[in-house]
């Protein structure tokens, strides 16, 4: 199975900062790597896909850039509305695999 | 738009089977572009893959549920099923059904509102 291992685990930050999450994976996946948000009791959304494609409807101050193992998320000014629990997620292969989540939280 | 709704059993005792269907409206299951798959998230904490089918029938399954899973699906139904047999405590999940493409366009979505299932006597 590919490993995916997310870093942090979780972040506090203030509304309008730069917040970067970063996904490894444990052997090369090319760019397949999706983002997601999870807000508290609601289903997960895709944000990024293939590493670096912005799902429509999702704000531009989210972003995916990386190829290969290592990946990251970027939101380029946290909006009240960003504070939620994200998750990296390879498609390279079966099993499908998740990182652990890195929540973030208000500073 | 595409929606997907899970339904079945809320509670289930150990060493029993969970059946949980999705049911797809708004688009066909026998699309060729998509398959369809499950995922779970136990309380507080993250997502685990358990498996996928395509609309002809054939399965992918995460090999850490060995063989306790069965998926299945209905076309006429524009249904899709998971069995997972043998629970004990740690399948208490939320179970949600997705759907997902292939490639390079190989995400979940959308998602369904996913179940609780909870594992007790």
């Known amino acids: 199975d590919i490993q995916m291992t997310q870093s942090p685990s979780s972040l506090s930050a203030s509304v309008g900062d730069r917040v970067t999450i970063t996904c490894r994976a444990s052997q090369s996946i090319a760019n397949f790597l999706n983002w997601y948000q999870q807000k508290p009791g609601k289903v997960p959304k895709v944000l990024i896909y293939a590493a670096s494609s912005l799902r429509s409807g999702v704000p531009s101050r989210f972003s995916g850039s990386g190829s290969g193992t290592d990946f990251t998320l970027t939101i380029s000014s946290l909006q009240p509305e960003d504070f939620a629990t994200y998750y990296c997620q390879q498609s390279y292969s079966t099993p499908y695999t998740f990182g652990q989540g890195t929540k973030l939280e208000i500073k | 738009q595409l929606q997907l709704q899970e339904s079945g059993p809320g509670l289930v005792k150990p060493s029993e089977t969970l059946s949980l269907t999705c049911t797809v409206s708004g688009g066909s299951i026998s699309s060729t572009s998509y398959y369809w798959g499950w995922i779970r998230q136990p309380p507080g904490k993250g997502l685990e893959w358990i498996g996928s089918i395509y609309y002809s029938g054939t399965t992918y399954h995460n090999p850490s549920l060995k063989s306790r899973v069965t998926i299945s699906v209905d076309t006429s139904k524009n249904q899709f099923s998971l069995k997972l047999n043998s629970v004990t405590a740690a399948d208490t999940a939320v179970y949600y059904c997705?759907?997902?493409?292939?490639?390079?366009?190989?995400?979940?979505?959308?998602w369904g509102q996913g179940t609780l299932v909870s594992v007790s006597s």
């Open positions: 997705a759907r997902h493409g292939s490639g390079s366009r190989d995400w979940f979505d959308p």
